[in-house]
């Protein structure tokens, strides 16, 4: 059973930069699994940041941008907002049709 | 604009069935894969299950094989989750999810469908 590892939550100041990362607990993380990101606040759909490591999805900021950190996916915010506080989910695609999402970060910005 | 509304959630018993759907509009449904992910009360997001743009080719988590079954009418526009033997782990918001077929990301969602499993 494949796990996929996300920091429970973080925080980061107004302005500041935060990278959360996306591990995998059997094998490290390459663009191979076609790693995307995805915000969400609460009672709200999840929307899409980031495909293919580091690609942007259509209207999101360049602050956002994703990569591979060592062994792991990783996605940046540089010059953090107040609204950029929500829960951030990393999903890798395992193949045969199947994605396993992480657990989700808690971001908090104060 | 791309829409995806889902529908048909609601109660029900354990060990009972319930079906999904999920109306497309603004875009060619007929050229896109589709999914289904849901998310369980407080908790993160878990992929379900996917279908081919044609519906010829279906895959399902662990979690939902042999009770679940995805379908689309492509006449309709229209994305489904049947759910059978629910559980109350099966008790989550659904949502469906579009993906480009040269892609593996899932680049439109819908509002969701909460799904309650309780007696």
């Known amino acids: 059973q494949t796990v996929v590892t996300q920091e429970p939550s973080f925080s980061v100041s107004p302005g500041g930069t935060v990278t959360l990362t996306c591990g995998l607990s059997?094998?490290?993380?390459?663009?191979?699994?076609?790693p995307s990101w995805y915000r969400q606040t609460p009672g709200q759909a999840p929307r899409t940041l980031i495909y293919?490591?580091?690609t942007r999805s259509s209207g999101v900021p360049d602050r956002f941008s994703g990569s591979i950190v060592g062994n792991k996916a990783a996605l940046t915010i540089t010059g953090a907002q107040a609204d950029d506080e929500s829960d951030y989910y990393c999903?890798?695609?395992?193949?045969?049709?199947?994605?396993?999402f992480g657990g989700g970060t808690k971001l908090t910005v104060l | 604009e791309v829409q995806l509304v889902e529908s048909g959630g609601g109660l029900v018993q354990p060990g009972g069935s319930l079906r999904l759907s999920c109306a497309a509009s603004?875009?060619?449904?007929?050229?896109?894969?589709m999914n289904w992910v849901r998310q369980a009360p407080g908790k993160g997001l878990e992929h379900v299950s996917t279908?081919?743009?044609?519906?010829?080719?279906?895959y399902y988590a662990n979690s939902v094989k042999g009770r679940f079954t995805i379908s689309r009418d492509n006449s309709k526009n229209t994305l489904y989750l049947q759910m059978n033997s629910l559980r109350g782990e099966d008790m989550a918001v659904y949502y469906c999810?579009?993906?480009?077929?040269?892609?593996?990301?899932?680049?439109?969602w819908g509002q969701g469908t909460l799904v309650t499993v309780s007696s």
């Open positions: 293919n490591t580091n």
């Open positions: 059997s094998d490290s993380v390459s663009t191979t699994y076609y």
């Open positions: 279908i081919s743009s044609n519906g010829d080719n279906t």
């Open positions: 999903v890798v695609y395992m193949g045969s049709g199947l994605w396993v």
């Open positions: 999810a579009r993906r480009v077929g040269s892609t593996y990301y899932f680049d439109n």
């Open positions: 603004g875009f060619t449904f007929s050229g896109y894969p």
